[in-house]
């Protein structure tokens, strides 16, 4: 799949979304939490990988609260985009 440039966002960007100081949005760069390419020293954030970071802390909160379970198939969060595996609770 081709990402267009109107696709991509900086680290200030995707911080500025966030209400976040871009200092974490590195760190989670840096850490590959949030996935991302880097371009010299610039990094740039695929909106899908924005998207598929936020749903993925979604899912971190919900399993935290206990209104998830983890996936039977892959042993990670339910509804989880690697396997697809459906929502038990």
Do not use: H
Request: hydrophobic share 35%; charged share 30%.
């Amino acid at each position: 799949m081709k990402a267009r440039p109107s696709e991509w966002r900086t680290p200030e960007e995707v911080a500025k979304f966030l209400r976040l100081d871009v200092s974490t949005v590195y760190r989670w760069l840096n850490a590959g939490k949030l996935s991302g390419l880097q371009f010299g020293k610039k990094w740039r954030i695929a909106d899908s990988d924005l998207d598929d970071f936020v749903e993925e802390q979604k899912a971190k909160q919900r399993l935290r609260a206990g209104s998830v379970s983890l996936c039977p198939a892959c042993g990670r969060l339910s509804e989880c985009p690697w396997c697809g595996g459906a929502l038990d609770s």
